[in-house]
T-cell receptor
Framework: DQQVKQNSPSLSVQEGRISILNCDYT??????FLWYKKYPAEGPTFLIS?????DKNEDGRFTVFLNKSAKHLSLHIVPSQPGDSAVYFC????????????FGTGTRLKVLA | ETGVTQSPTHLIKTRGQQVTLRCSSQ?????VSWYQQALGQGPQFIFQ???????GRGNFPPRFSGLQFPNYSSELNVNALELDDSALYLC?????????????FGSGTQLSVL
């Protein structure tokens, strides 16, 4: 039972354009969401987070949108840069007790120069 | 640079053997989690330790066990290795941020079971 789904395994975007990565979840109890970026041979690196009391959070070129009714979140990267090429994971958690994060399967983003 | 270091980076074992993976967390982070990432998958939660006690466990059998020490280091032990245990094992220490918990990951240990 995949509670967090990233249905696009890969995405290619031209440099300077917007990259939109999507994530769907099934558990309505999730109340905190993270996006991570992973380069080969490195651990995942934190990008941005959002709690369920918000519907948008921005940090520089990165914006995360949360649609609770649709159980959907998205990560927007504007403008996309070649250094953004990596695998992106979304993760969700319930903020009580153990902070057990459920990760999606990832989307490989390739930004073309 | 997350301040979380894991050793070794790569390891090859044979089926039935036992393995110990090590992690050094960021100073001051009293929570450490271990995740397993199989090829083509996202990280899967194994367990979490808080102040040296297990604080939650994912769907992994008891042959996966751990320890957390007062000096912010921790271990993941796997007994009776199986071929399906081949994966990247990630350690993450935690810090509260913005009402949530932010994970700082190490680079992982790539375990191959032959």
């Amino acid at each position: 039972d995949q509670q967090v789904k990233q249905n696009s395994p890969s995405l290619s975007v031209q440099e300077g354009r917007i990259s939109i990565l999507n994530c769907d979840y099934t558990n309505s109890m999730f109340d905190y969401f993270l996006w991570y970026k992973k380069y080969p041979a490195e651990g995942p690196t934190f990008l941005i987070s959002i709690s369920s009391i918000k519907d948008k959070n921005e940090d520089g070129r990165f914006t995360v949108f949360l649609n609770k009714s649709a159980k959907h979140l998205s990560l927007h990267i504007v403008p996309s840069q070649p250094g953004d090429s990596a695998v992106y994971f979304c993760a969700a958690s319930v903020l009580t007790g153990t902070y057990k994060y459920i990760f999606g399967t990832g989307t490989r983003l390739k930004v073309l120069a | 640079e997350t301040g979380v270091t894991q050793s070794p980076t790569h390891l090859i074992k044979t089926r039935g053997q036992q393995v110990t993976l090590r992690c050094s967390s960021q100073s001051g982070h009293n929570t450490v989690s271990w995740y397993q990432q199989a090829l083509g998958q996202g990280p899967q939660f194994i367990f979490q330790y808080y102040r040296e006690e297990e604080n939650g466990r994912g769907n992994f059998p008891p042959r996966f066990s751990g320890l957390q020490f007062p000096n912010y280091s921790s271990e993941l032990n796997v007994n009776a290795l199986e071929l399906d245990d081949s994966a990247l094992y990630l350690c993450a220490s935690s810090q509260r941020v913005g009402g949530g918990e932010k994970l700082f990951f190490g680079s992982g240990t790539q375990l191959s079971v032959l």
